[in-house]
């Protein structure tokens, strides 16, 4: 039965870093494209807002505080995610007046 099942210590030691490696590598990827192009066309900034309040939830939910892949993957997400929110934020402007709907 799969309750029976127990999963080596090892395999579960290095099944965390996919993830604390992955989603850190992930965010930070989008951040960097970000900064460099200014573009934050359909950078949706309440997705990744989500995303750093989820990750921060899950670091709790663990319990493995001090564990170096909750730490860089959950946390250092989370701070990442909340970067791309303030670049997001900060390089969003008003559209040109032309393109605003005129009233008939």
């Known amino acids: 039965m799969l309750q029976d099942f127990v999963m080596h210590p090892t395999v ?3 099944s965390g870093y996919v993830p604390a490696v ?3 590598i992930a ?3 989008q951040l960097i494209s970000l900064l460099r192009t200014g573009n934050t066309t359909g950078v949706n900034w ?3 807002f ?7 939830g ?26 791309i929110v303030v670049v997001v934020l ?3 402007k008003s559209p040109p007046a032309e393109s ?4 008939h």
């Open 58 to 83: 899950l670091y709790i939910y663990t319990e493995k505080h001090t564990s170096i892949q909750s730490i860089v993957g959950l946390l250092g997400s989370a701070a990442l995610d909340f970067a």
């Open 90 to 92: 900060s390089g969003q």
């Open 27 to 29: 965010t930070a990827i």
């Open 22 to 24: 992955v989603i850190p």
């Open 12 to 14: 579960v030691e290095v």
């Open 50 to 56: 989500l995303f750093g309040v989820s990750n921060i």
């Open 100 to 103: 605003l709907p005129t009233p």
């Open 46 to 48: 309440m997705s990744w």
